[in-house]
Protein backbone atom coordinates (compact mmCIF):
# COMPACT_ATOMS: atom_id res chain seq x y z
CA UNK A 1 0.00 0.00 0.00
CA UNK A 2 1.63 3.84 -0.53
CA UNK A 3 0.41 6.23 1.34
CA UNK A 4 0.62 9.98 0.68
CA UNK A 5 0.07 13.15 2.86
CA UNK A 6 -1.11 16.16 1.02
CA UNK A 7 0.03 19.82 3.07
CA UNK A 8 -1.30 22.88 1.56
CA UNK A 9 -3.41 25.74 3.23
CA UNK A 10 -7.05 26.36 2.68
CA UNK A 11 -8.11 27.19 -0.69
CA UNK A 12 -5.13 26.04 -2.50
CA UNK A 13 -6.84 22.26 -3.46
CA UNK A 14 -4.84 20.12 -1.19
CA UNK A 15 -8.24 18.46 -0.80
CA UNK A 16 -9.20 18.16 -4.08
CA UNK A 17 -5.52 16.95 -4.95
CA UNK A 18 -6.43 13.90 -3.13
CA UNK A 19 -9.28 13.11 -4.48
CA UNK A 20 -8.49 13.48 -8.35
CA UNK A 21 -5.30 10.94 -7.29
CA UNK A 22 -7.83 8.61 -5.65
CA UNK A 23 -9.88 8.64 -8.84
CA UNK A 24 -6.99 8.27 -11.23
CA UNK A 25 -5.95 5.16 -8.67
CA UNK A 26 -9.55 3.76 -9.42
CA UNK A 27 -9.05 4.34 -13.16
CA UNK A 28 -5.95 2.01 -13.32
CA UNK A 29 -7.69 -0.70 -11.48
CA UNK A 30 -6.45 -0.11 -8.01
CA UNK A 31 -8.07 0.62 -4.89
CA UNK A 32 -7.90 4.06 -2.97
CA UNK A 33 -9.25 5.71 -0.23
CA UNK A 34 -9.04 9.50 0.40
CA UNK A 35 -9.75 11.84 3.19
CA UNK A 36 -8.13 15.46 5.18
CA UNK A 37 -7.93 16.99 8.35
CA UNK A 38 -9.34 20.41 8.52
CA UNK A 39 -12.11 22.00 10.84
CA UNK A 40 -13.63 25.10 10.93
CA UNK A 41 -9.93 27.04 9.50
CA UNK A 42 -10.48 29.65 7.19
CA UNK A 43 -9.09 30.04 3.82
CA UNK A 44 -5.27 30.01 4.26
CA UNK A 45 -4.80 27.62 7.59
CA UNK A 46 -2.74 24.49 7.53
CA UNK A 47 -4.46 21.66 5.91
CA UNK A 48 -3.81 18.08 5.03
CA UNK A 49 -5.46 15.32 3.09
CA UNK A 50 -4.41 11.85 2.90
CA UNK A 51 -4.80 9.54 -0.20
CA UNK A 52 -3.66 5.33 0.06
CA UNK A 53 -3.24 3.27 -2.74
CA UNK A 54 -3.51 -0.35 -2.64
CA UNK A 55 -3.81 -3.35 -5.32
CA UNK A 56 -6.48 -4.59 -2.94
CA UNK A 57 -9.52 -3.36 -0.32
CA UNK A 58 -8.20 -0.89 1.93
CA UNK A 59 -9.22 -1.07 5.42
CA UNK A 60 -7.54 1.37 7.21
CA UNK A 61 -9.29 4.41 7.40
CA UNK A 62 -7.65 7.15 9.31
CA UNK A 63 -5.30 9.60 8.89
CA UNK A 64 -2.41 8.93 7.29
CA UNK A 65 0.26 9.02 10.20
CA UNK A 66 3.63 7.18 8.39
CA UNK A 67 3.17 8.10 4.55
CA UNK A 68 5.85 6.77 1.86
CA UNK A 69 5.32 10.60 0.42
CA UNK A 70 4.69 14.05 1.44
CA UNK A 71 3.22 16.32 -1.19
CA UNK A 72 3.89 19.85 0.00
CA UNK A 73 1.95 22.22 -2.07
CA UNK A 74 2.63 25.38 0.18
CA UNK A 75 6.07 26.23 0.85
CA UNK A 76 5.77 28.62 3.61
CA UNK A 77 4.22 25.14 5.62
CA UNK A 78 7.54 23.41 6.60
CA UNK A 79 8.26 26.51 8.57
CA UNK A 80 5.48 26.57 11.07
CA UNK A 81 4.46 23.00 10.36
CA UNK A 82 6.52 19.66 11.23
CA UNK A 83 5.42 18.45 7.83
CA UNK A 84 7.97 15.49 7.83
CA UNK A 85 6.07 14.01 10.83
CA UNK A 86 6.12 10.27 10.46
CA UNK A 87 7.43 9.97 7.15
CA UNK A 88 9.03 6.25 6.53
CA UNK A 89 12.53 5.62 5.64
CA UNK A 90 12.85 6.18 3.07
CA UNK A 91 10.33 9.00 2.15
CA UNK A 92 9.88 11.00 -1.00
CA UNK A 93 8.76 14.50 -0.23
CA UNK A 94 7.38 16.40 -3.68
CA UNK A 95 8.07 20.32 -2.71
CA UNK A 96 6.76 23.14 -4.48
CA UNK A 97 9.38 25.59 -4.24
CA UNK A 98 11.96 27.93 -5.80
CA UNK A 99 14.53 26.64 -3.27
CA UNK A 100 17.54 24.54 -4.20
CA UNK A 101 17.59 21.35 -2.99
CA UNK A 102 20.76 21.65 -1.05
CA UNK A 103 18.72 24.94 0.65
CA UNK A 104 16.27 22.57 2.34
CA UNK A 105 16.93 21.56 5.67
CA UNK A 106 13.82 19.33 6.45
CA UNK A 107 14.22 16.91 3.89
CA UNK A 108 17.57 15.02 4.86
CA UNK A 109 17.53 11.79 4.60
CA UNK A 110 14.43 11.85 1.91
CA UNK A 111 14.52 11.48 -1.31
CA UNK A 112 13.66 15.12 -2.57
CA UNK A 113 12.03 16.43 -5.88
CA UNK A 114 10.93 20.39 -6.03
CA UNK A 115 8.95 21.81 -8.61
CA UNK A 116 8.29 25.90 -8.95
CA UNK A 117 4.37 25.28 -9.40
CA UNK A 118 3.65 28.76 -8.64
CA UNK A 119 5.00 30.25 -11.91
CA UNK A 120 3.57 26.90 -13.81
CA UNK A 121 0.52 29.16 -12.43
CA UNK A 122 1.03 32.64 -12.92
CA UNK A 123 1.80 31.30 -16.71
CA UNK A 124 -0.83 29.57 -17.52
CA UNK A 125 -4.17 31.13 -15.54
CA UNK A 126 -2.50 34.29 -14.47
CA UNK A 127 -1.51 36.42 -11.23
CA UNK A 128 -4.23 34.95 -8.50
CA UNK A 129 -4.34 35.78 -4.99
CA UNK A 130 -4.52 32.20 -4.30
CA UNK A 131 -2.73 30.24 -7.62
CA UNK A 132 -3.48 26.99 -8.70
CA UNK A 133 -0.31 25.07 -7.43
CA UNK A 134 -2.34 21.77 -6.94
CA UNK A 135 -2.41 20.22 -10.69
CA UNK A 136 1.10 20.86 -11.64
CA UNK A 137 2.24 19.16 -8.38
CA UNK A 138 -0.01 16.58 -9.02
CA UNK A 139 1.58 15.85 -12.39
CA UNK A 140 5.32 15.65 -10.12
CA UNK A 141 3.61 13.15 -8.10
CA UNK A 142 3.19 10.54 -11.48
CA UNK A 143 6.60 11.57 -12.42
CA UNK A 144 8.41 11.45 -9.16
CA UNK A 145 6.93 8.50 -7.72
CA UNK A 146 5.34 6.19 -10.75
CA UNK A 147 2.39 5.64 -8.70
CA UNK A 148 0.22 6.24 -11.19
CA UNK A 149 0.56 7.29 -14.66
CA UNK A 150 0.09 11.24 -16.01
CA UNK A 151 -2.48 10.48 -18.21
CA UNK A 152 -4.84 8.74 -15.41
CA UNK A 153 -5.08 12.47 -13.87
CA UNK A 154 -6.66 13.29 -16.88
CA UNK A 155 -10.64 12.23 -16.41
CA UNK A 156 -9.76 13.00 -13.06
CA UNK A 157 -9.03 17.02 -13.71
CA UNK A 158 -11.82 17.12 -16.39
CA UNK A 159 -14.66 16.25 -14.00
CA UNK A 160 -13.40 18.45 -11.38
CA UNK A 161 -13.27 21.34 -14.16
CA UNK A 162 -15.20 20.61 -17.15
CA UNK A 163 -14.32 22.91 -20.53
CA UNK A 164 -11.24 25.23 -20.58
CA UNK A 165 -10.86 25.19 -16.87
CA UNK A 166 -10.21 21.59 -16.53
CA UNK A 167 -7.89 21.73 -20.15
CA UNK A 168 -5.83 24.52 -18.53
CA UNK A 169 -5.36 22.17 -15.18
CA UNK A 170 -4.38 19.41 -17.51
CA UNK A 171 -1.76 21.36 -19.22
CA UNK A 172 -0.72 22.48 -15.93
CA UNK A 173 -0.08 18.74 -14.68
CA UNK A 174 1.65 17.66 -17.83
CA UNK A 175 4.20 21.11 -16.94
CA UNK A 176 4.55 19.94 -13.43
CA UNK A 177 5.75 16.60 -14.62
CA UNK A 178 8.34 17.74 -17.53
CA UNK A 179 9.70 20.79 -14.94
CA UNK A 180 9.80 18.89 -11.40
CA UNK A 181 13.67 18.26 -10.46
Given amino acids: ?????????GGQGAVTAAKIIGEAAITEGKWAWKSALYG?????????AFVRIADEPI???????????????????PDVVNVTSGLKDPGTIIYNTTKKKDEIEFAKGAKLATLDALTISNELFGARS???????????????TGYLKLESLFEPIMKA?????????IQAAKLGYEYVL
Avoid at 1 to 9: C, K, V
Avoid at 40 to 48: D, K, L
Avoid at 163 to 169: F, I, L, Q, T, Y
Fill in 130 to 144: IPIVNTPMLGALTKV
Fill in 59 to 77: RETHQVIEPDCLLIIDPTL
Fill in 40 to 48: GERRGAPVQ
Fill in 161 to 169: WPGSRGEKN
Fill in 1 to 9: MMEIRIHGR
